[in-house]
């Protein structure tokens, strides 16, 4: 157990992800400040509007350098390492502050069938929404992560598959946010060609005798 600064966002941020952060209260700018003097870490934790915290988030570190702006705001890229537990919100600093335990693993490895399904999802949904974005490796120990990571699904099922600690049923969500993500995407596809028609069906041709 120990005292993890935290970054409480409105975001979910998994394991390898790298997102950018712009810090304009002083009490984050300490807490960015601090880790890059120290090299440490900070939680970045899922908050909700009533300013709860979600139990499971992310260790991430300042992982492309450190711009600061005249006024005294951040910019940076946070990359997410290892997941924690929030056991309790804790007091003292400026900034938010709570002790932490790492997540436990279930021993439970991901089906492959459904490794193979996840990456075919993926790859139509790439396709279907014209996106140049890799494809990561399959062999890869952290395959589930660098695919999370590469799909915005919301943050709901995002955060579902940050807190889940078997593998196996982890591969299992992501299949399931993939084939939404692919049947969503299609349906607003269908939207776009419907509007470009002024939501009008062409008439059948006169000339063509049924």
Same mark, same amino acid.
């Given at each position: 157990?120990?005292?993890?600064? @935290?970054?409480?966002?409105?975001?979910?941020?998994?394991?390898?992800?790298?997102?950018?952060?712009?810090?304009?209260?002083?009490?984050?700018?300490?807490?960015?400040?601090?880790?890059?003097?120290?090299?440490?870490?900070?939680?970045?934790?899922?908050?909700?509007?009533?300013?709860?915290?979600?139990?499971?988030?992310?260790?991430? +570190?300042? *992982?492309?350098?450190?711009?600061?702006?005249?006024?005294?705001?951040?910019?940076?890229?946070?990359?997410?390492?290892?997941?924690?537990?929030?056991?309790?919100?804790?007091?003292?600093?400026?900034?938010?502050?709570?002790?932490?335990?790492? @997540?436990?693993?279930?021993?439970?490895?991901?089906?492959?069938?459904?490794?193979?399904?996840?990456?075919?999802?993926?790859?139509?949904?790439?396709?279907?929404?014209?996106?140049?974005?890799?494809?990561?490796?399959?062999?890869?120990?952290?395959?589930?992560?660098?695919?999370? *990571?590469?799909?915005?699904?919301?943050?709901?099922?995002?955060?579902? @598959?940050?807190?889940?600690?078997?593998?196996? %049923? +982890?591969?299992?969500?992501?299949?399931?946010?993939?084939?939404?993500?692919?049947?969503? @995407?299609?349906?607003?596809?269908?939207?776009?060609? %419907?509007?470009?028609?002024?939501?009008?069906?062409?008439?059948?041709?006169?000339?063509?005798?049924?």
């Amino acid at each position: 157990m120990e005292e993890l600064g @935290l970054f409480p966002l409105p975001i979910v941020l998994v394991p390898t992800e790298r997102i950018p952060l712009h810090i304009f209260e002083p009490r984050y700018r300490e807490l960015i400040d601090e880790c890059v003097a120290t090299n440490t870490e900070f939680g970045l934790a899922l908050s909700t509007g009533d300013g709860a915290v979600h139990e499971v988030g992310t260790r991430a +570190r300042v *992982a492309d350098g450190l711009e600061v702006l005249e006024d005294g705001r951040m910019n940076t890229v946070g990359e997410g390492g290892e997941r924690f537990r929030l056991l309790e919100l804790t007091t003292g600093r400026a900034f938010t502050t709570g002790l932490v335990e790492p @997540l436990v693993y279930e021993d439970e490895p991901a089906d492959q069938a459904e490794l193979e399904r996840a990456l075919e999802l993926f790859g139509e949904l790439a396709a279907l929404a014209e996106s140049d974005v890799d494809l990561p490796d399959p062999a890869s120990p952290t395959f589930d992560w660098e695919l999370s *990571a590469r799909v915005d699904f919301g943050v709901d099922p995002k955060q579902e @598959l940050l807190a889940m600690t078997s593998p196996r %049923r +982890r591969m299992t969500g992501l299949v399931v946010v993939l084939e939404a993500s692919l049947e969503a @995407l299609r349906a607003e596809q269908l939207l776009r060609e %419907r509007a470009g028609r002024n939501g009008k069906v062409s008439p059948v041709d006169p000339d063509v005798n049924p």
